[in-house]
């Protein structure tokens, strides 16, 4: 594994369906992230991972969205009834510290349309 | 509150022409900040990351530096494959990992 991957590449579904997505960060890392990016954008900041413990929330995550990481090794982001404005691309990270300096690592990214 | 401003919007070049792209930052504290690469639909491609004022990093023909306030990514002579999106990230020191991104430089470098 030389990377982080993320499943599904594209997720197109209809508003109201609950849709899950998957990342399996590099082996080595502690640390996962998930970020939201719409077009013209930089990703904003959804929530982290320190191993298995879910540390920090952006207030972007509504209670329509839940992240687990269980076990600390692959993570899921689930939304719940999604609407249209939930269309974006959905973005995975890891990192882990090394002397001090850390560094995410992105994976591909899930596309979302909602419709 | 914390905020992360990169300029140009876009920025367009022919071949060769050197220039650089600027990210100012205003944080409560600095844990580190970072440069990234990132090509039309795939995820952000790591370029750098600079901890503290004065430093410096270079990889090919670009060079990464870092103020108190602002850091400067600069393209030397040009290709057309550098042409992307240029996004500039600080990690701010909240005793948690936060992670703020700018909206990024559009570089579209003409052959």
Known sequence: ?115 | EDQVTQSPEALRLQEGESSSLNCSYTVSGLRGLFWYRQDPGKGPEFLFTLYSAGEEKEKERLKATLTKKESFLHITAPKPEDSATYLCAVQVNTGGFKTIFGAGTRLFVKA
């Open chain 1, 1 to 115: 594994d030389t990377g982080v991957s993320q499943n599904p590449r594209h997720k197109i579904t209809k508003r109201g369906q609950n849709v899950t997505f998957r990342c399996d960060p590099i082996s080595e890392h502690n640390r996962l992230y998930w970020y939201r990016q719409t077009l013209g954008q930089g990703p904003e900041f959804l929530t982290y991972f320190q191993n298995e413990a879910q540390l920090e929330k952006s207030r972007l995550l509504s209670d329509r969205f839940s992240a687990e990481r269980p076990k600390g090794s692959f993570s899921t982001l689930e939304i719940q009834r999604t609407e249209q404005g939930d269309s974006a691309m959905y973005l995975c990270a890891s990192s882990s510290r090394t002397s001090g300096k850390e560094t995410q690592y992105f994976g591909p990214g899930t596309r979302l349309l909602v419709l």
